[in-house]
């Protein structure tokens, strides 16, 4: 399986995120950015330097803002399996959120993008996606390689949803479903919810057991979600091709608990 970033989920068959030769190895990058990672609660293992500040957890984007502003004061609950947030949540509810895309986008992923839009929208939420022609709230981009399947990141702290993901080209034959697992996913993210097997990602990408890390924010307990493995979790951490993960009832209880 592959993580998101998806691992290839781009992070979705299972390996670990590959890394470009661009990109500096995890000695090169600074013990103090390294700290600042590992105090807003984030695993500091396989950490690669991108455009937009720092990739971590194999598709998630860490900005210099986010890095140096203060950590907040949750602390993890610690358990192999729950649903978790971040402390970062999109606010002035309810709202639209309009959801564009850019590049060259085929008609595979086109259709993936309306699916995850209208699983979403499915659940009567206080936050309503609708797809634009350009200028998105989250715009999906189309790049040319990356050591993900997708990336994005975590609501702005004036509480906005992270403004882009970023999707491989490489996936974007994908089986259709899979495509719209890793949309929904990456707006997850994009939303403030972290992944499914944050404490133990070896449960969705196999391999040693990978505690991603147990720092004081990053990642709060939802309410009324398990605390057992949940098979089925749309934000686990990787996926293969194939695969198909819409809302589960547990997915459907955080979002509920949150939105």
């Known amino acids: 399986m592959k993580p998101l970033a998806f691992l290839l ?62 950590p907040g004061g949750n602390f993890l609950r610690i ?12 606010t002035g509810l309810p709202r639209t959120i ?10 595979n992923v086109s259709s993936a993008i309306d699916v995850a839009i209208a699983r979403y929208n499915a659940e009567n939420l206080t936050i309503d996606m609708v797809r634009v022609g350009s200028g998105g709230d989250i715009n999906i981009k189309i790049v040319n390689g990356g050591p993900y399947i997708a990336s994005a990141g975590f609501p702005t702290s004036g509480g906005d949803p992270y403004n882009q993901v970023k999707f491989n080209r490489q996936y974007q034959n994908w089986q259709n479903n899979t495509l719209a697992s890793v949309f929904a996913h990456e707006m997850g993210h994009c939303i403030g919810f972290r992944h499914t097997d944050y404490m133990d990602r070896s449960f969705s990408c196999g391999g040693s057991p990978t505690n991603e890390g147990a720092s004081s924010v990053g990642a709060i307990h939802i309410a009324g979600t398990p605390t057992g493995p949940d098979s089925g979790s749309w934000m686990l951490s990787c996926i293969g091709n194939g695969t198909n993960r819409p809302f ?12």
């Open 9 to 70: 989920i781009a992070g979705f068959a299972i390996t670990s995120c590959k890394k470009e030769s661009k990109q500096p190895a995890q000695d090169e990058i600074s013990q103090e950015t390294l700290t600042k990672i590992y105090d807003h609660g984030f695993g500091t293992s396989n950490v690669q330097k991108v455009d937009e500040g720092y990739l971590v957890e194999g598709d998630i984007i860490l900005t210099e803002e986010f890095l140096n502003s203060a």
């Open 79 to 90: 358990a192999n399996n729950e649903q978790y947030r971040t402390t970062l949540l999109v």
């Open 98 to 107: 309009t959801v564009s895309s850019s590049g060259s986008v085929n008609s």
């Open 248 to 259: 589960n009832a547990n997915d459907k209880q955080a979002l509920g608990v949150l939105y």
